[in-house]
DNA sequence: CTGAAAGCGCTAACAT
DNA sequence: ATGTTAGCGCTTTCAG
């Protein structure tokens, strides 16, 4: 009654367990006879196929890639660009026979867990398991970076499971998936500069983890902990434009742009164009503008970043940056293949394009 | 130079392979002392705790809960709905130590599978393994059902893998999450029968999966093979609406029901109300009715249905009846548990609450 | 409280 | 082409 084994099928075809695995891996030589004989065994025993925990075991292989999320950004799933790259990622996997198992990132450096409360009872038995350091796989996915002194990292690191970076900071040892957005937002800058926008304002990706939102005083600008977020400021300077007020949002989120395009609107010397590091973002800012009674692109230019499909705005399409988000999974899959056959993964950055929309005209 | 074992450890620490796995499990007496010891040889030998595949293969566990994306909805992940639900549930068994693996749909039976070319070359080998088939699982996860008939359920069933299903059709042995659709449909009927709508169209999710959208006639009509689109459909009528029209979309996001209001506000006899199955759907309702120049709810009464957050109306509150997301989450999360106990989980159907917002007014 | 021994189910060398 | 033999690393009886 129990589950059949393949030794049980290999018996009941007469042949050895060894012959019986190769008529189901096929990763060697077996004659067309037996392995059908093998086969018709197992159906007759209802045998569903080699159990993947003693492959895994014996293979020291589980087929597993664990894919860390919220590194920085904290409800990956809210956010588009992170939902549209992990669904890249899974498909291009699957292909590889190669499963993708979501670690959900552990409390950080960033946030310290809660102070322990004095126990008296049990002993210091494991609290909460954390996936990163107890589960099988073979190859960790860092989406959207975090920070090397993570929790997480170095448990992996202590494993000694490779980690693939997409977009994070560069760690050393990591392959990294990243795009040219420095360059990508030169380009939005040049734009904006040659329609003639001077007083520009940045709605920018959280700096670090703390999760604070608002405008950024000099203070706030020199601590910004994400290259992502610098690099992307720091583009729109060499395209020329210097933004006159920086507002960092907690999250990439639609919800967010709309606060931040709000107060940016209705403060004092209303700039002419907003940049914002994200399609969502953006998309927010278009909203407080309408709700303002503000037309776009007549009394503000709003220029996006990513390239996602936005369909909240109506006819309105979004001048933007398109990232090649299925390429850059893709990418991934090509990394995760060659670290599994022993070899070291390159690097790779891939350009960005610009796409002028109808969210930006010349100041009036 | 190799990953150290426990028996390194043991050894190290002087003591037997046995008291080193229980100062880590921590599931059996042990001294503390003894347990610093072998904690302490650890640390030395830079050992980054018991390897999972063997506990894995020891224990019968793999502590892997597997979703099943996309059955019917294609990508899930595009899906607001699917993408909270599965949200909730991720954290939910990361209490438990249980990590998500992703389960991209295989082919189906609803597309069945490219005709197979005569082979000339290698011996049938597994064309795409299919992650159903052969990763390691303890319980699976059906989100937002399938058919019974599917590739991956048979799959799951042959070995003997509990599935739990998502608002899924009942499948014979399987506890079910769900929520009361029916009698949440009956009051939003209720709602605009009592406002005075008698001409209202519904737009609704995907009949079956062969993603077929627009107006769908009496014979179309007749074949809704998901329960979940017929209940919201006879729930609407027990609430006193009988919808003029039908559109059925490919898929619930808010351009499909930008397209869906678009055509249905084009024709003749303009409906006064439409009702659509999900909040992206209505979402798009209302960017297509703006979009035509009507005003929502002046011109035309819009209802959705999940009561997740849509930022990208601005001040617009969707009517809409929500369902509680995170709570199937978390039951899910209870479900598991107990098939891992080895009880029986029973099937829990979660109430709905009508929420009106400011997108329904009596018609003109 | 600790140790000895067995074996989870499979695959990979090696021998035939 | 097939069989034999050895474990992969761990947990779990069962004795002591």
Redesign the pocket.
């Known amino acids: 009654m129990?589950?059949p084994?393949?030794?049980d099928v290999?018996r009941s075809a007469?042949?050895?367990?060894?012959?019986?695995?190769?008529a189901?891996?096929g990763?060697?030589?077996?004659?067309e006879?037996?392995?059908e004989r093998v086969l018709a065994a197992a159906a007759e025993l209802d045998y569903a196929?080699?159990?993947p925990?003693?492959?895994q075991?014996?293979?020291?292989r589980s087929g597993i890639v664990g894919v860390l999320l919220g590194g920085v950004l904290g409800r990956s799933f809210r956010e588009p660009v992170a939902v549209q790259t992990l669904d890249g990622l899974v498909s291009t996997l699957a292909e590889l026979g190669l499963g993708v198992l979501l670690l959900p990132a552990g409390r950080g450096t960033g946030a310290p867990p809660p102070p322990t409360e004095t126990r008296t009872d049990a002993p210091a038995a494991a609290a909460v398991p954390n996936l990163a350091a107890t589960a099988a796989m073979d190859v960790a996915v860092l989406l959207w970076g975090a920070n090397p002194a993570d929790e997480d990292l170095i448990a992996l690191s202590r494993r000694d499971v490779p980690v693939i970076n997409v977009e994070g900071p560069a760690i050393a040892g990591n392959a990294t998936v990243s795009i040219n957005d420095r360059d990508g937002f030169a380009q939005l800058g040049a734009h904006l500069a040659s329609l003639g926008h001077t007083r520009v304002a940045a709605v920018t990706l959280p700096f670090d983890r703390s999760r604070t939102s608002g405008i950024a005083d000099a203070e706030r600008l020199g601590q910004i902990k994400l290259d992502i977020v610098r690099r992307r400021l720091e583009g729109l300077r060499e395209g020329g434009v210097d933004p006159v007020t920086v507002y960092e949002v907690a999250y990439s989120q639609v919800e967010q742009g709309v606060e931040a395009g709000k107060t940016l609107l209705s403060g004092p010397d209303r700039p002419t164009a907003i940049v914002a590091q994200s399609d969502a973002l953006a998309a927010g800012v278009v909203i407080a503008a309408r709700e303002l009674g503000l037309d776009v692109p007549g009394d503000l230019s709003v220029t996006g970043f990513d390239g996602i499909d936005l369909p909240w705005l109506g006819e309105t399409v979004l001048t933007t940056v398109v990232q090649p988000l299925a390429e850059k999974g893709a990418a991934v899959g090509r990394m995760v293949e060659a670290l599994l056959a022993g070899s070291e993964p390159e690097s790779v950055t891939f350009d960005v394009e610009l796409r002028i929309g109808t969210t930006t005209a010349p100041p009036r």
């Open positions: 129990a589950r084994t393949l030794a290999a007469g042949v050895s367990v060894s012959t019986a695995s190769l189901f891996s990763a060697g030589p077996i004659a006879p037996t392995r196929g080699p159990n925990l003693g492959r075991l014996r293979s020291g």
